[in-house]
């Protein structure tokens, strides 16, 4: 155990975010977010269509569909989130609520923002929307387990200090007032991707064991990572508003939890029609567009 204390002492972090390609600099928090776009865009295609291959496949174009708006939404809705939530840290100028590009974006309202205009797109299409929150489930922790090194590369949302062997490293510039003479914090960005990565697992598993009428699998999701992000809200230190003693997310989170508990109660008990127990939809005929569809009657 000495030996491994002193070869994991703890975790060093980058000195910069952006990644220096000569005449390019790329914005690594940027990447991560695209990477985990693409990597739950992927997985949700797959169990969409029931082909590695999704865009092979008629059916493939809807979850492109609903990828494209759906980020367009999460963005939306995830600035949205920080705006109301942190009003104390946005400037007074008009255009600031839609400064996305200053930073600032709730987790919360990306999620909410997303599945809202990714529902308006499934049923425009004349699909079930309970279907595909369950195809999409294990992609959008997918996708949340691999944004969040966006916030190792920026030195952001950290945990208290910590002497773990896995501590992470913090440089003074980033560092909280009150903790200039801690260097090294939990890295709860690490703790939530992986939580993270370990619900996908669970989730797949769930869904290939077991019999879950939809929206259940999405209603485990959320499960899943409320548990999990109040868990980190404990730990965090940045600055955030408070409520008899726990902070706004933390409460989300509990929020979202009884919520969640209640819908997958709802879904287990509801009645269904009689049909094949399938995420795909049958295949769908004729031309193919990048903007929602109306509903075929």
Known sequence: MAVLGIVVGSIPSPSSGEIDLGPVQIHAYGLMLLLGIVAATWLTGRRWTGRWAFWSDPRGDLVFRVAMWGVLGGIV????YHVVTSWSTVDGEWWEPFAVWEGGLGVWGGILGGCLVG????????????????AVAPGLLLAQAIGRWGNYFNQELFGKPTDLPWALEISLDNRPADYTLFSTFHPTFLYESLWSLLGVAFL??????FTIKAPGLFCLY??????????????RIDEAHEFLGLRLNAWVSIGFFVLALIGF?????????AGPRSAAPPPSEGPTMAIPKGRVR
């Open 77 to 80: 809705g995830a600035r949205l």
């Open 119 to 134: 529902a308006w797109v499934v049923r425009r299409a004349g699909e079930s929307i309970f279907a595909f929150m369950d």
């Open 204 to 209: 797949l598993l769930v869904d290939r064991r």
């Open 222 to 235: 959320v499960l899943w990572y409320t548990v999990g992000r109040f868990g980190m809200e404990l730990l």
């Open 265 to 273: 109660v709802w879904s287990q008990r509801r009645k269904v029609g």
